[in-house]
């Protein structure tokens, strides 16, 4: 049995390298362990690059059943004061949308590309006999490929089969998620807070349909080592009077707290091996200022994806790859890591939002800037410097006004 690509894993990254290497005609087998739908813990939320990019993948999320489109950000600065940053009404700039629904959607894009894909099949080791690939997985047997993509998570078995080692931390980011139902406000408003003890992390509660919602925070590992504090931290989430007093008095959890680490250091991770491609959290793609990965893992998927149709050498394929991620990521991640230590401190984070609050034009741009409408270290990128890059319609516009 050959494919010319398998990958491993169907979350984003996966299936966004499985849709685009697939419109070249090129075969693709896209496995996963799990059966989809499936839960993942995740704050669900969609950036505007995340949002351009499953346009551009040709995936229509308008018609999800649980997608919540956000109209604003209210940032809750340290000193407890609130600022509204609205979002422009040209498109769609952020929405919130169930991982389980969002994931599902890209596999049902991925078949319908005439992408074979494989539910509840284990990856178990990748082989190679000199020039040839070898995939083993679970009741499939042994599959010949040219290129391998790991889109296979931050524990990535693929890149614990090639014995690349493994790192002592997991991830950079720790986060916690808890749906809650009964929240009074039902607008299309997200909340941020950045409060003093989750500094540089902070708390969010992302809007979805009929009074519920996505609650959680991320915290820095390195600043809350301890599990203990990390395990109080999520048992108080829900008491603490600046969430329920935004979020109403009413509000009950749904379902099972989750926490998951979050991997964000692809500017020291081993991105290739050989014919294999690591991809999203496999690539430790995640934001590290945000602790957004969806936008990433999409990005990074099609990296790998248009690499691959490109042709060409093994080498010439994955030297495209790392060349391209390089390109569109490490800038920004160095610019995140700076800004991290500024938010770090209590004085830093309330001055920054305060600046960012100044006036009508500030709160629009650092909410498209937050959302990651354009690169994170665009002052400091002439090369990226584009005509509109301030003024440009969100993702879906011609849906929405038609």
Known sequence: MFYDVVIVGSGPAGSSAACTIAKSGLSVLLIDKSEFPRDKCCGDGLTTMAL???????LDILNLD????????????PSGRREVFPLPREGLFAAVVPRSEYDLALIELARELMVDVRLGHKFLSVDFDGEKTFVNIEGIGNVETSFVIA??????????SLNLGEEPSRGEWLAFRQYISGVEDDRNDLHVWFEEDLLPGYAWSFPLPNGKANVGFGVLK?????????AQLARDLLNRESISRTLGKNIKPEGRQTAWPIPARISSQQLTSGSVIFVGDAAASTDILTGEGIGQA?????IAGEAIKSGGSQKTVTSMYEKSVKSHLLA????SIALQSILARRSGAENALRLASLNQWSR????????????????????RWKKGVFGSEGAYGRKLNP
């Open 52 to 58: 351009r990019l499953s346009e551009e993948l040709g």
């Open 66 to 77: 649980n997608l919540k489109t956000v109209d604003e950000a209210v940032i809750h600065f």
């Open 151 to 160: 889109a296979d998570g931050a524990w990535s078995p693929v890149r614990r």
């Open 222 to 230: 390195s600043r809350h080592s301890s599990a203990s504090e990390t």
């Open 298 to 302: 999409l990005l990074t998927g099609i």
């Open 332 to 335: 920004d991640h160095r610019m």
């Open 364 to 383: 629009r741009n650092f909410a498209r800037w937050m959302f990651e409408d354009y690169p994170r270290a665009l002052l400091f990128t002439p090369k």
